[in-house]
C-alpha cells in the first residue's frame, strides 16, 4: 500500500475530509518504499527494505489548532484520528499567528520526479553494487565501508478549503569511504540521484580507492590562508549553510547576516561576487522536486499554520551576487504586505566550464579539498563557521597535486569565501538540499582560505 496512485490518495483524504467538524481541517497522506545495503570491512554487514504510509490530520477552531497522525486505514480509524486531533485543538490556546489553509492551487506541469528503473531496484542491485565497491578495494589493500539507499515514495494533501497536491518521487543515494589498511590514507565520495541509470557504483568507488592510496603518509604544512579548489560536496556544505539563513523574518528582527545594521535587511544589496548566481527551480532536470511545498519550512523556520499545497516557482535567491529574494512564510508575509514565498525544494548554483583538473593546472599554490565535516556556527551574524577537512586534502604545486597534507580545521565564511571567488568548476548534483532535496553546486576555487589549525584525523 505505500505508493497510493493520485486518485487512490485522494479517495482517502476526501473520506477524512468528510470527517471533520472543525472550522477547517488539512490532512496530509505520504507513503514511502525502500532498501538498503550497508558493508564495512569489506563485508555486508546489514540489508533490509522498509515500507510505510502515515496520514496527520490538523483542525483549527478558530486560532486554536490541534494534530493527530496514524497508519491505520479503515473508516473507524480515520474518523478516530480527526476526532482526536479536534479535542487536541478545543484544548489549544490560541495561536497570534495562525493562518488558515490556502484555497485551491495551479502548480503547473508536475516535475520528473519519478524514474521507474528507480522505483524498480532489487536486492540484487544492491549486492551487486556492494561487491563493485567491495571487491576492487580488497584487491588494493583497502578496507571500503559504505551504504546504498534507494526510496520510492508519495505526498500528498487536501485541505477544506479545496486544495489537493500529489506528487511522487524516487532516489537513490551511495556514499563509501575507503580506508588504506596501513590506516594512514583515506577516500569518499558520494552520489544522489532520482534516475539510478546514472549510478555507477564501481566507478564512484574507484574515486575513492584512488584518494585513500594518494593520501598515505600526508605531511603537514603551516596552517593560514590559502588558495583552495573546493570539491561540490564541499562547496555545499558551506552554501547551504548560507541559503538556510534566507528566511526574511530572521532578516527583518536583526537575527541574520542579511539583517542591516540599524534596521532593514540586505534585499537588493551585492554581498558576494557578481559571478555568483544562485535559484531554485522545481522542473530542473538534474535536480527536480516537488512543485509544491508541504509547508514545513524547513531550516528556514515556520510562520502560522496552514502552509502546505503553496506552490513552488522556480525562483532567483543571489542574482549576479545580489540578494533577489528573501523566504517570507505566509503569517510574516502578511505582516509586512508582500506576497508569500514557497519554501524551495533544491538550490542551483551556476557553473562554470573549468574541471577540477583544470583548476589544479592553473594554481601555482594551493589546497584541494574532498569535504568538510563536523562543521558548527562560530558567529551567526557574520556567518562565520568552523570545521575540519576530511578524506583526501592535498597540496598543489605549479599546477600538480605534490602531495597529500593533514587535515585542517578552518574558519570561514560562505560570503567571505564568494567574495574571494576566482574560478567556477563543472556542477554536480550532491544530496542536501532545502526540507531534503538535492543541490546542483560547481567546484570553486577560492583564494585566502582561512585554515586555522591542523588536524591529526585521517
Known amino acids: 500500500m505505500a505508493i497510493l496512485s493520485k486518485d487512490d490518495a485522494k479517495k482517502i483524504l476526501e473520506k477524512v475530509v468528510g470527517f471533520s467538524k472543525s472550522d477547517g481541517i488539512e490532512v496530509t497522506l505520504n507513503g514511502n518504499d525502500g532498501g538498503n545495503i550497508r558493508y564495512a570491512r569489506n563485508s555486508v554487514s546489514t540489508a533490509g527494505e522498509s515500507s510505510n504510509v502515515s496520514l496527520s490530520v490538523q483542525t483549527y477552531f478558530g486560532k486554536k489548532s490541534g494534530g493527530a497522525s496514524i497508519n491505520e486505514f479503515d473508516d473507524a480509524s480515520l474518523e478516530k484520528v480527526v476526532r482526536r486531533a479536534e479535542e487536541l485543538a478545543q484544548l489549544a490556546p490560541e495561536n497570534p499567528e495562525f493562518m488558515e489553509p490556502l484555497g485551491p492551487q495551479n502548480y503547473g506541469t508536475d516535475p520528473k520526479t519519478f524514474i521507474e528503473s528507480t522505483a524498480k531496484i532489487t536486492p540484487d542491485y544492491r549486492a551487486k553494487s556492494a561487491s563493485n565497491s567491495i571487491e576492487p578495494a580488497s584487491k588494493k589493500d583497502v578496507t571500503a565501508a559504505g551504504f546504498l539507499e534507494d526510496s520510492r515514495g508519495f505526498s500528498s494533501l487536501m485541505n477544506s478549503k479545496g486544495l489537493f497536491a500529489y506528487s511522487q518521487s524516487t532516489g537513490v543515494d551511495f556514499t563509501v569511504t575507503m580506508r588504506t589498511n596501513d590506516g594512514t590514507g583515506s ?18 568507488s574507484q574515486i575513492a580507492i584512488d584518494k585513500a592510496l594518494q593520501s598515505r603518509n600526508a605531511k603537514a604544512i603551516e596552517p593560514g590562508k590559502y588558495t583552495v579548489i573546493l570539491e561540490p560536496n564541499a562547496a555545499a556544505d558551506l552554501l547551504g549553510l548560507m541559503l538556510a539563513g534566507m528566511n526574511a523574518r530572521q532578516a527583518d528582527e536583526g537575527r541574520s547576516y542579511l539583517s542591516k545594521k540599524g534596521g532593514g535587511t540586505k534585499l537588493g544589496e551585492k554581498i558576494v561576487d557578481e559571478r555568483v548566481n544562485i535559484y ?17 519550512g524547513g531550516r528556514f523556520g515556520g510562520g502560522g499554520g496552514g502552509g502546505g499545497g503553496q506552490p513552488r516557482t522556480k525562483m532567483d535567491l543571489i542574482k549576479n551576487g545580489v540578494v533577489s529574494n ?25 557553473g562554470g566550464n573549468a574541471s577540477i583538473e583544470d583548476m589544479i593546472k592553473d594554481t601555482k599554490k594551493g589546497v584541494l579539498v574532498t569535504r568538510f565535516w563536523y562543521i558548527r556556527a562560530v558567529d551567526p551574524q557574520t556567518l562565520l563557521y568552523t570545521g575540519l577537512t576530511r578524506d583526501g586534502t592535498f597540496y598543489i604545486e605549479n599546477g600538480k597535486i605534490k602531495h597529500p597534507v593533514k587535515n585542517f580545521r578552518f574558519n570561514e565564511s560562505p560570503i567571505i569565501m564568494l567574495n574571494n571567488l576566482e574560478t567556477l568548476g563543472k556542477q554536480m548534483r550532491v544530496a542536501g538540499g532545502f526540507g531534503g532535496g538535492s543541490s546542483l553546486i560547481p567546484a570553486m576555487k577560492i583564494r585566502d582560505f582561512t585554515f586555522s589549525s591542523l588536524s591529526d584525523a585521517v
Open 280 to 296: 531554485t527551480d522545481p522542473w530542473n532536470e538534474e535536480v527536480p522536486v516537488a512543485n509544491w511545498s508541504d509547508g514545513g
Open 326 to 350: 528573501l523566504i517570507y512564510d505566509r503569517y510574516w508575509a502578511s505582516q509586512k504586505n508582500v506576497e508569500a514565498t514557497s519554501f524551495p525544494g533544491n538550490r542551483i548554483m551556476a
Open 187 to 204: 577516500g569518499w565520495v558520494a552520489r544522489n540521484f532520482n534516475d539510478v541509470s546514472k549510478l555507477d557504483a564501481a566507478e564512484a
